[in-house]
């Protein structure tokens, strides 16, 4: 059988033309083929080493320096953020622990802190007892008048004074009754004084008398801060009336202080019970007012009687430290 193709007449245009039919390529024996594969862009570029300058960087590992530090910033932070919830969970689940411990640690502290500044006060108090306690020395110069063997002989001389319109107190020491018709606070002041009695014809002599005891005496241990701020007041008449006298003035400043004094001791001693204390503090009162009337007005009478108040004053005082309440 003829498997070659059968021949095919095609008129075209009246013109008769031969046509042989070509195998198809299927129908084609096999044939060995090479084809020839050029490179890409792509590839070269992969596999082509650039050329660089000796000193210049590659840029590969500058890319590759970030993503490292990139990576250990993330896991630093995810570290952190792990840790973080890590003692917030721990701490959620030991809350209820430390809220009832705290209470107590609180107590504690409260407790220390409320403790010392008790201490301090009662120190503080125990100090201030002390220094009140211990009374300051009180100098005087008094213008004594006769010295008697009895407190009868004494109680009549004074009766004598007083009805020549004399100042007189009688205090009695080592067993004899001295008779004082006057007191001012320095040696200028006494020997004034003196000369005034002498020109009265009274034979009188200056002496200055120390009151040496500074503790108060157990049965005004009550009163100990009153009694020595009331001395304190009585030792400042004391030497305003000295200075009045001698001078004939005081400052408004030092009158202002020893009057404002004065006043807070009268009302602090309305609560007073001990006879003598109450006294004492009468007699401070009485010659802060008198002091005021003989600045303003120098009148003979009136520093006559201010005399008086403080010689008063001044045996009250020396019977207080004695402990004796009348």
């Known amino acids: 059988m003829d498997k070659r193709s059968p021949k095919i007449l095609i008129k075209v245009n009246g013109t008769e033309t031969n046509y042989k039919e070509e195998p198809t390529k299927q129908d084609a024996p096999p044939q060995e083929e090479f084809q020839w594969m050029l490179p890409s862009e792509q590839i070269l570029q992969h596999n082509v080493v650039p050329f660089r300058a000796g000193n210049e960087l590659s840029v590969e590992p500058k890319k590759r320096k970030g993503r490292r530090k990139q990576m250990i910033l993330t896991v630093g932070t995810a570290v952190l953020l792990g840790t973080g ?21 609180a107590s504690v502290t409260s407790t220390t802190t409320t403790t010392a500044p008790a201490e301090k006060q009662t120190k503080s108090s125990e100090q201030q007892t002390q220094q009140s306690a211990a009374l300051e020395e009180l100098a005087v110069y008094v ?31 080592d067993g004899k009754t001295f008779l004082f018709i006057g007191i001012a606070n320095d040696e200028k002041g006494a020997k004034k004084l003196t000369a005034s009695y002498k020109a009265k014809g009274f034979a009188v002599l200056e002496k200055r008398r120390v009151f040496t005891d500074k503790q ?24 305003q009336t000295s200075t009045v006298y001698t001078a004939g003035k005081i400052s408004n400043e030092q009158w202002s202080e020893l009057d404002k004094s004065v006043k807070e001791l009268t009302k602090e001693g309305k609560s007073v019970e001990k006879a003598e204390v109450k006294k004492l503090l009468t007699y401070v009162s009485l010659s802060c007012d008198a002091l005021q009337e003989y600045k303003e ?30």
């Not at 002989?153 to 020491?173: F, H, T, V, W, Y």
């Not at 007005?297 to 430290?321: A, H, I």
Request: aromatic share 6%.
């Open 297 to 326: 007005t120098k009148d003979e009478k009136t520093f006559v009687k201010l005399q008086q108040l403080l010689l008063d004053g001044l045996v009250s005082y020396e019977t207080v430290l004695t402990g004796k309440d009348s």
């Open 85 to 105: 919830f890590g003692f917030g969970v721990l701490h959620v689940l030991d809350g209820t622990k430390e809220e009832k411990s705290m209470p107590a640690a």
């Open 143 to 173: 213008i004594q008048g006769n010295v008697f063997s009895t407190a009868e002989r004494g109680q009549a001389a004074l009766d004598d004074m007083k009805e020549k319109g004399m100042p007189g107190a009688l205090i009695n020491s």
């Open 216 to 239: 108060v005496p157990a049965a005004f241990k009550k009163y100990e801060g009153l009694i020595g701020k009331t001395e304190k007041s009585l030792r400042t008449l004391i030497e």
